[in-house]
């Protein structure tokens, strides 16, 4: 399938491509809608980015020198349809989120909520479960420690 490549024939994960998309949707959250698109080139220019693990060991939070034009086109077409979405998927999630309305939510729960929905309603190549497990894996990675938790109950209602 055309974009799950990288350059160097390394195939691209599911999951290092749904990483990026989530990275790519939270910053450009904090953007004006008219700049959302420059916002989803520019992260692809970000410097790479460490820390150090729970262990002490070096982990990569950011790096895009091996993502393939073909992989770049194929999240920046991905962000974008979330993002032309995101009125429809706050109402869905408002509409069982009990006590937590989106205005409300942190910008990591709120951001993996509507990637998974979005993925759940019109992407036929992810299965439900797969959308809300992947989600919970990313709720686990960059949220909260109840973020997990939110995550899969929220999307749980929703399916």
């Known amino acids: 399938?055309?974009?799950?490549?990288?350059?160097?024939?390394?195939?691209?994960?599911?999951?290092?491509?749904?990483?990026?998309?989530?990275?790519?949707?939270?910053?450009a959250d904090f953007y004006p809608a008219g700049e959302t698109g420059q916002q989803f080139v520019k992260y692809f220019e970000a410097p790479e980015e460490d820390e150090a693990g729970e262990a002490g060991e070096n982990v990569t939070l950011h790096a895009v020198e091996d993502i393939s034009v073909e992989d770049m086109?194929?999240?920046?077409?991905?962000?974008?349809?979330?993002?032309?979405?995101?009125?429809?998927?706050?109402?869905?999630?408002?509409?069982v989120a009990e006590g937590w309305k989106t205005k409300r939510m942190g910008k990591v729960d709120l951001t993996i909520l509507r990637l998974a929905l979005y993925e759940m309603l019109?992407?036929?190549?992810?299965?439900?479960?797969?959308?809300?497990?992947?989600?919970?894996?990313?709720?686990?990675?960059f949220g909260q420690n109840e973020s997990p938790s939110f995550v899969n109950g929220v999307l749980a209602k929703l399916v």
């Open 73 to 95: 086109n194929y999240l920046v077409k991905k962000a974008e349809a979330v993002t032309a979405r995101i009125p429809e998927l706050d109402q869905k999630i408002d509409s």
């Open 122 to 141: 019109y992407d036929d190549e992810i299965p439900e479960r797969v959308a809300i497990n992947e989600a919970v894996e990313l709720a686990k990675r």
């Open 1 to 27: 399938m055309a974009g799950w490549y990288r350059q160097g024939g390394q195939a691209m994960t599911r999951r290092e491509l749904r990483e990026h998309c989530f990275k790519m949707l939270f910053c």
